[in-house]
T-cell receptor
Framework: AQSVTQLDSHVSVSEGTPVLLRCNYS??????LFWYVQHPNKGLQLLLK??????LVKGINGFEAEFKKSETSFHLTKPSAHMSDAAEYFC????????????FGRGTSLIVHP | GAVVSQHPSWVICKSGTSVKIECRSL??????MFWYRQFPKQSLMLMAT?????????EQGVEKDKFLINHASLTLSTLTVTSAHPEDSSFYIC?????????FGQGTRLTVV
């Protein structure tokens, strides 16, 4: 079985300040982990993914995430928020134990203040 | 990454009619496809898993007779919402999987009036 928990339903930051979106996972097998962003009334865009290679993963638009097995975490960070980063962010896990079915977290809404 | 094309991107239909949504993997063969539904301001909920050449596996609470899924080839799966009602209005997203990763379509916004 597999699951993913996004600890915050909303995160509010000021433009230019760091962003931290938290994600913890549970999986009986080696997981693959993904972060997707969804802007209002739009589809999903892949930000980055971890698939058992380097634990620090760099994605698009300055985002990165670090896979920490000991903490079962895959938190998403960005050094400096931009107004265009305001969106919904989803952490997703797949694994052989879950038949590679993508399981979504509940989502975190990122709010960026000017 | 691989490309998954979902069509249409939005559709408006009258109550009682049926709507078909297509999901195609453009540059890889997908033995397995997934269909998700997203309610406003909520996460994506898995509706069903579709395997090529066999019947779809529906999640608990999803009406198989209302949401017909066909996966006739390795690159195409369809979701048909039959006898649509306003409560079926939602955002539907498909996903196609290769061995290690799933790729998502851009979604279909269905509005039933």
């Amino acid at each position: 079985a597999q699951s993913v928990t996004q600890l915050d339903s909303h995160v509010s930051v000021s433009e230019g300040t760091p962003v931290l979106l938290r994600c913890n996972y549970s999986s009986s097998y080696s997981p693959s982990l993904f972060w997707y962003v969804q802007h209002p009334n739009k589809g999903l865009q892949l930000l980055l993914k971890y698939t058992s290679a380097a634990t620090l993963v760099k994605g698009i638009n300055g985002f990165e995430a670090e896979f920490k097995k000991s903490e079962t975490s895959f938190h998403l960070t960005k050094p400096s928020a931009h107004m265009s980063d305001a969106a919904e962010y989803f952490c997703v896990v797949t694994s052989s134990g879950g038949s590679y079915i993508p399981t979504f977290g509940r989502g975190t809404s990122l709010i960026v203040h000017p | 990454g691989a490309v998954v094309s979902q069509h249409p991107s939005w559709v408006i239909c009258k109550s009682g009619t049926s709507v078909k949504i297509e999901c195609r993997s453009l540059d890889f063969q997908a033995t397995t496809m997934f269909w998700y539904r997203q309610f406003p301001k909520q996460s994506l909920m898995l509706m069903a898993t579709s395997n090529e050449g066999s019947k779809a596996t529906y999640e608990q609470g999803v009406e198989k007779d209302k949401f017909l899924i066909n996966h006739a080839s390795l690159t195409l799966s369809t979701l048909t919402v039959t006898s649509a009602h306003p409560e079926d209005s939602s955002f539907y997203i498909c996903s196609a999987r290769n061995r290690y990763e799933a790729f998502f379509g851009q979604g279909t916004r269905l509005t039933v009036v």
